[in-house]
């Protein structure tokens, strides 16, 4: 009995051990349920790679180039983007592939005027892309240069010869101009090829007089977008085709005036084939009718006798006056130099050896750098200038004529009688009769004066009594010379912005022992040389601001106005 129990609850044992096991088993499934799920939402993430830190574009003929790195462009060797290893550029439908990184990329083939829109980016040992860079842009293409025109050039023909230039700079907004390529072939059959830099001109000789003439020309330039040139210079085919002109063709000259005054009334080759000298005058503008002159040999530049100054008249606050005219004065010259473009035909004349004799008056055209170079041949006879140029009362204008009531003066021009002095040259007598008297020369609006050749200008005044300056009216005592290209009532006189100079007023202060006699006044103009000053105002007291009431006339007298070595 006792072994039949002990039987039985072996067996129950064994079977409680199973079930035990069992639910331990079971227990650990239970418990190790969930165990991942903090990670399942990751197992589908994409591992990005290292990206290119920016994207920019600049333009190039039917190409652009991509910068990559905010560093610059640097080598493959010093970018380290992580397990990046590739670079991919997508644009078009195409795809480019460089097996290693790069700081910037040149992207070809971009052949039509349209909107591409690239990406780039990296890829790893595994081919996972990184977050790419993406730029829209529009490159330069052969469309955009077939509308990019040059600028026309100047073209001068005469029976057997032509020049063509430009008289600006062939850069503008559209292009930068790099050179020219040209070539033709003259009447002996002879092919003429040359280049010419940014300032190109052609002079082209020995031609076929009333025959077609072909200049074949290619411009090279760096083409522009949006004001930015593009990566690429370009070159721009544009022939001229011209008809030679025969002797008895008509030429239209630019200073037709200035050769109808040497004399000249038909306007051909023929016409002035017997002129060996031609005058020309200051305000002359350009020397390129001596193209058409076959036989020219001489030039006066100082105008000789032909031409009188130029003339401006003026008709404001009840003043009237003609200003200018006369004889040609050394102290002028011309308002603005006559260009290197202006002058070349004269330079090639005189290279050719064709002119033989040029009388100049120094820095009178501004051309002065031209002739230098021929001091040595004796070809140019440099005026010798007085030590000073006296201004003749034709330049003076009362100040009225800018202000009639401020500026106002009596004046008695030439005065009636004066103080006794020592050589008194066109004296004047002046009262003031406001607080801000002036009167002013000018020259009319085609010429400056040539500080380059008188550094000073210089006048004689007579000041009244030391009694006259007493209280307020102390700063009378003083002058103020004010130099402008223009009085203000008066802007369009000048082509030049107002270059004002004014002095300080207290520099020009008389002093007490120069009361009552003449006292000579000299004003350093060495500063103006480059300006383009055409009008001296000589204020009287400095503009001081006051009720003017003086007790007595304040009268003076001025003389000797004159431009001084």
Known sequence: MLTKKIKVMNSLSKNTMLCLGILSILS???????????????????????????????????RVELDLLKAGRIPSSQISLGKSSKTVIEYDGKQMIIDSLVSWINVPDMKQSKLYRIRVYTLDEYENKSVPQEIAVIPYTSSDLANLVVASPRVLTSPNAVVVDWTTSLSSILLDYRSLEYEYTDQDGKTIKGTQGARPRIFAANLQAGQP?????????????????????????????????????????????????????????????????LYFPVHTNTLQDLFYFPNIEELDLTGGTLFPLKTLDYNRNDIVKTIGGGTYLPFIRKVSPISNENAQTMVDLLNLGFIKKIKYVPNSLGIDHLLKPFDEKGIVEWVTTPDESFIPMNFFLDGKVQDATAW??????????????????????????????????????????????????????????????????????????????????????????????????????????????????????????????????????????????????????????????
């Open 408 to 565: 106002a003066l009596d004046i008695v021009n030439p005065a009636t009688s004066h103080p006794a002095g020592t050589n008194i040259v066109n004296p004047l007598r002046v009262t003031m009769r406001n607080r801000s008297g002036s009167f002013a020369f000018v020259l009319p609006k085609e010429y400056r004066f040539n500080i380059a050749e008188y550094r000073y200008l210089k006048f004689k005044v007579f000041m009244p009594a030391k009694s006259t300056f007493e209280g307020i009216y102390a700063p009378y005592q003083r002058l103020w010379p004010r130099f402008m290209n223009y009085m203000w009532a008066f802007p369009s006189e000048s082509s030049f912005s107002q270059e004002l100079w004014q002095p300080n007023a207290n520099d020009y202060r008389i002093a007490d022992a120069n009361l009552e006699k003449w006292t000579d006044v000299s004003v350093d103009l060495s500063s103006r040389e480059s300006a383009h000053n055409r009008v001296v105002v000589i204020n009287i007291g400095g503009e001081p601001s006051l009720d003017f009431k003086p007790p007595v006339d304040m009268v003076y007298y001025f003389s000797n106005f004159r431009f001084s070595k």
């Open 28 to 62: 650990l499934i239970s418990a190790c349920k969930g165990m991942f799920d903090n990670i399942d939402p990751y197992a589908t993430e994409v591992i990005y790679p290292g990206k290119y830190d920016t994207i920019t574009a600049k333009i190039g003929f039917e």
């Open 213 to 277: 003439f072909q200049l074949k020309m290619t411009h090279h330039v760096t083409p522009k977008v949006n004001g930015v040139p593009i990566l690429d210079s370009l070159a721009v085919s544009m022939p001229l085709d011209i008809t030679m002109p025969t002797s008895s063709t008509v030429f239209n000259p630019a200073e037709r005036d200035i050769l109808a005054a040497n004399g000249i009334s038909v306007f051909t080759a023929d016409g002035v084939a017997s002129y060996k000298k």
